[in-house]
């Protein structure tokens, strides 16, 4: 029989559909398999208590430790498994989806389950949870398969069929010698049409790339990208591999990476969540705003000694939130394209040399033309609704236009070499964040326009 092809926003639907109709478990769990195991997750908030009980015990156990790490909220299905299925279902997960879910239960839920949890799940997780959260070893799962770089053809069949039953990534084999240490990888299909009078030193890629387990996660990104490997393994200090890291590990490790630069350019120092107290998202939060609260005040006292000018002149203050603003956000748009920069650890001297003069040069062309825009519509502005001579109208948007071009063009370069400095030092240049850029370029922005408009429209052109 023909199977239908489904669009993807009714899967979760079929699956519930499938769940409420089938006569048996047998014929749950038959039509079940042509389902992602993210779908049958994401179907149980449309499920009852009792359909999905009944969904637990058609699956069974393996198959629901394969579920239930896509489950978005596991604590609101905990009552209705029952603690000793929720650890046994832990206990076939695979080590890194073990920690993520042990690190989202309540400490009481974890009391019930310690007893229940066998040795070897319980070491996995101790193993994991000894790197700090940065570090390569804390993303990495125990499931791959290894073998002795001396064993024969049919040896290393007979070990990937043995390991196989417990572990699922077997895409790529990994080699030691008889120290246990890493000395390379074989490609799981090499293998399979390998005759048996090969030798299986000339399947071993021996130079394949590895990770160090206390290596920082934001360091590794970039080397794990350019191998494109389904998965690399992860070696402890004495060259002794330890676990592996798989492609979905990437996307969340470059998910997280994203993440954390995100919460830093808006000025937090880690990422918040919805669970989070106020305290906790207060503490995240208050740091970088008590720093930009003096750097205000000294923005503020800078504009305070050009009181004479706003005096003289009350109109060039209605045009100070334009000239801040738009300092602030071209800073913003070089910081983000300088941290994207950044990020290749091959680049030179050279490349940052011709980075900033490409943002001076971007800079320069749009202050230009905003100045120029700002020249004819403040002009006109000025002149028809605030009583000035078109004269005096145009020399005021004049003077903005000035202010608005060396403004962008001194954003433009803050924006640029600040991170470059951040990075110089060793420090995440993301921590160069936007608050900061915009409250360094509005102290620009008003020494630049307040300072030309004293000079230019007072002192040189006597306008009163």
């Given at each position: 029989m023909k199977k239908e092809v489904l669009k993807e926003p009714i899967f979760t639907e079929k699956i519930v559909e499938i769940i409420q109709t089938a006569q048996s478990s047998d014929e749950i769990r038959e039509k079940l398999t042509d389902y992602h195991d993210n779908d049958i997750a994401q179907s149980f908030e449309l499920l009852s208590q009792e359909e999905r009980k009944l969904l637990y015990s058609a699956l069974g156990i393996k198959w629901m430790a394969e579920i239930i790490p896509y489950v978005d909220d596991i604590d609101q299905y905990i009552e209705e498994i029952g603690m000793d299925q929720l650890a046994n279902m832990i206990n076939e997960m695979d080590a890194d989806d073990a920690v993520d879910l042990w690190e989202e239960l309540d400490e009481s839920i974890k009391d019930k389950l310690r007893?229940?949890?066998?040795?070897?799940?319980?070491?996995?997780?101790?193993?994991?949870?000894?790197?700090?959260?940065?570090?390569?070893?804390?993303?990495?799962?125990?499931?791959?398969?290894?073998?002795?770089?001396?064993?024969?053809?049919?040896?290393?069949?007979?070990?990937?069929?043995?390991?196989?039953?417990?572990?699922?990534?077997?895409?790529?084999?990994?080699?030691?010698?008889?120290?246990?240490?890493?000395?390379?990888?074989?490609?799981?299909?090499?293998?399979?049409?390998?005759?048996?009078?090969?030798?299986?030193?000339?399947?071993?890629?021996?130079?394949?790339?590895?990770?160090?387990?206390?290596?920082?996660?934001?360091?590794?990104?970039?080397?794990?990208?350019?191998?494109?490997?389904?998965?690399?393994?992860?070696?402890?200090?004495?060259?002794?591999?330890?676990?592996?890291?798989?492609?979905?590990?990437?996307?969340?490790?470059?998910?997280?990476?994203?993440?954390?630069?995100?919460?830093?350019?808006?000025?937090?120092?880690?990422?918040?969540?919805?669970?989070?107290?106020?305290?906790?998202?207060?503490?995240?939060?208050?740091?970088?705003?008590?720093?930009?609260?003096?750097?205000?005040?000294?923005?503020?006292?800078?504009?305070?000694?050009?009181?004479?000018?706003?005096?003289?002149?009350?109109?060039?203050?209605?045009?100070?939130?334009?000239?801040?603003?738009?300092?602030?956000?071209?800073?913003?748009?070089?910081?983000?394209?300088?941290?994207?920069?950044?990020?290749?650890?091959?680049?030179?001297?050279?490349?940052?040399?011709?980075?900033?003069?490409?943002?001076?040069?971007?800079?320069?062309?749009?202050g230009a033309l905003l100045g120029i825009l700002a020249l004819i519509c403040l002009g006109g502005y000025i002149a028809l609704f605030k009583g000035y001579s078109f004269g005096t109208a145009f020399l005021i948007s004049g003077c903005v236009g000035i202010s608005l071009l060396v403004a962008i063009i001194i954003s433009s370069l803050v924006g640029t070499l600040v991170p470059m400095f951040f990075n110089k030092l060793k420090i995440d240049p993301a921590v160069a964040s936007g608050p900061l850029i915009t409250t360094i370029n509005d102290l620009v922005a008003v020494i630049t326009y307040y300072g030309l408009a004293w000079a230019l429209l007072i002192q040189i052109m006597k306008i009163v």
């Open positions: 007893p229940r949890i066998n040795h070897e799940t319980k070491t996995d997780i101790r193993l994991i949870n000894l790197y700090d959260d940065d570090e390569i070893g804390s993303l990495m799962t125990t499931n791959y398969i290894c073998i002795k770089q001396n064993l024969t053809i049919r040896q290393a069949m007979h070990e990937l069929v043995r390991q196989a039953g417990e572990n699922d990534n077997i895409i790529t084999i990994y080699a030691v010698d008889d120290q246990g240490c890493f000395c390379g990888a074989i490609d799981l299909k090499d293998l399979i049409i390998a005759r048996e009078t090969v030798e299986l030193s000339t399947l071993i890629s021996y130079a394949y790339p590895y990770l160090l387990d206390h290596q920082k996660i934001s360091d590794s990104i970039e080397k794990i990208k350019n191998y494109a490997e389904d998965s690399l393994p992860v070696l402890d200090k004495d060259k002794k591999i330890i676990g592996i890291i798989t492609a979905q590990d990437v996307i969340e490790a470059v998910d997280d990476e994203l993440g954390e630069d995100y919460a830093k350019l808006a000025g937090l120092s880690a990422e918040e969540d919805l669970n989070e107290t106020t305290k906790e998202s207060v503490k995240k939060r208050l740091p970088w705003l008590i720093i930009l609260l003096f750097l205000g005040m000294g923005v503020s006292t800078v504009v305070g000694t050009f009181e004479g000018v706003v005096a003289v002149l009350p109109i060039v203050i209605c045009f100070q939130s334009l000239i801040l603003d738009m300092a602030g956000n071209v800073g913003t748009q070089s910081l983000a394209v300088t941290i994207r920069v950044l990020m290749d650890e091959n680049l030179n001297s050279k490349d940052k040399l011709l980075l900033i003069f490409k943002e001076m040069r971007v800079g320069f062309c749009n």
